[in-house]
Structure formats: C-alpha cells, structure tokens
C-alpha cells in the first residue's frame, strides 16, 4: 500500500482529481457553516457573543494536533522506509500545522481576555500548545539550515517523531492538572457538553477547515515535486552542457 501511493506519478494524478473536488467542499461547507456559526447559532448565556471565537478556535486547535500527527506519521515512513514522498508530505504539512496552531493561540487569547479576564496565563493547555508552534517553528528552521537535503530529511524527521509525545500532554492536559482552560467537551464517553444549536455549525466549520487543510496540503505537495523535477532537469542540463564543454575542448 505504502509503495502504491509512494509513486508520484500515481500521487500527482490523484492530487490532481482531488484538488478540485476539495476546493469545491471547502467552499460549500463555508457558505454554510459561517453564517450558521456566526448570525443564526445563539448567543451563550455567560459568554455572550464571545463565544463565537469558538466556531474557530476549536477547529484551528483539532488541526493543529492532527497536522502534527501526521507530521510525526509521514516522518516516521521516511524514516524507516526512505519514502522520499512521505518527506515531502512532512515538509508541506508543516507550515500550515503551524499556522492553524498559531490561530489556535490567537483565537484562544481573544476569548480568553472577555471569559478569564487575561489574554494569557501560563495554563497547562496553553503552554503545552505553544511548545507545539514551537516544535512547528523548530521543524522547519532545522530543515533550512541544513544545506544536505538527505540530511535534513533525517534530522526534521527525528525532531517530528521525539515531538510527538507532545500530543498525549495536550490532549490529557485538563485531566492531569487544575487549569483554566475547560475539559473535553465534543469527544467525551458520555457524549457531547455542547447544545445541538452549536454543535452543529461547530461540526460543519471543524469539516471545513479539515478538507481545507487537505487540499493545501495536496497543493503544496505538488508544488514540491514540481520544484524537485526541475531542479534535477537543471541539474541534467548542466551535466550535459559540461559534457559538451569538455569534448568541444578536446
């Protein structure tokens, strides 16, 4: 299955069927979910209209955590594997993982100020997500230092896989100590905290912004390959060029 999907050929001509169709999604889902989330859903009845920080806050925080699992997962194949596709896909996931952490982090001082009267407090949960960007941050400078592509491919994949054991702290956080920040309310054995009114728009928007996620993800996949293609077409010309060179001297 690995070296199905390993072939970019076969990835590019996926990409290229599902881009579209992920575009399309995104869009509907935010024709819907916006106004549903921000004019028609309820006011909460402590929170007032601040809770509407939520409707994408929560999602940005999900994707955050989920972007850099699969970070983690895709370093892990080229790791062990040496799948030079699941090294590109680490590269494409990156940026954006931490640009929806980094919206985590802003949405969540934002509501934070009007519901604990702060824009931050050094919370478990909070300071656990900050490490998170930072482990982003952390990923993408070490793979810009490193002049060695292969070796950069191995060092970002060894830093992504050690930061994995930042995701367990998030996730159980609120459980392991007193915080601010209030415990699992979507995700719970016991079902849903969360009134139906809010739920559902939560839910379309968290489904908009994942299919988003996807299809920059596939985007900028695709730009790397095409990058990596020419940059070895380049390199083609200048072998020959120099080929030339050399015999036209002789």
């Not at 919206?103 to 509501?111: F, I, M, N, Q």
């Not at 909070?126 to 960007?133: C, Q």
Request: hydrophobic share 55%; charged share 15%.
């Amino acid at each position: 299955m690995l070296s199905y999907f390993a072939n970019p050929e076969r990835f590019d001509r996926l990409a290229r069927t599902l881009i579209p169709w992920g575009w399309g999604l995104t869009l509907a889902l935010l024709a819907v979910g916006l106004p549903w989330a921000l004019v028609v859903s309820p006011p909460d009845y402590q929170q007032s209209e601040s809770v509407r920080i939520m409707y994408v806050h929560v999602p940005a925080a999900w994707l955050g955590l989920f972007a850099y699992g699969a970070l983690g997962v895709s370093s892990f194949v080229f790791f062990v594997w040496r799948h030079n596709l699941a090294d590109l896909a680490a590269r494409a996931i990156a940026p954006f993982g931490a640009a929806f952490t980094a919206l985590c982090l802003v949405t969540g001082a934002l509501w934070g100020k009007p519901t604990w009267g702060a824009w931050w407090v050094w919370d478990a949960r909070l300071t656990s997500m900050l490490v998170l960007l930072l482990l982003y941050l952390g990923y993408m400078a070490l793979r810009a230092a490193l002049e060695d592509e292969r070796l950069a491919a191995r060092s970002g994949a060894i830093l992504a896989m050690a930061g994995l054991v930042n995701l367990p702290i998030i996730k159980f956080s609120v459980d392991w100590w007193n915080t601010l920040h209030q415990p699992a309310s979507v995700f719970r054995f016991d079902g849903p905290t969360i009134h139906a009114s809010k739920l559902w728009p939560l839910g379309v928007m968290a489904l908009a912004l994942t299919i988003l996620f996807g299809v920059l993800v596939l985007t900028r996949m695709r730009t790397l390959l095409l990058e990596k293609r020419a940059d070895a077409l380049e390199r083609a010309r200048e072998r020959r060029l120099e080929a030339e060179s050399r015999e036209a001297s002789q």
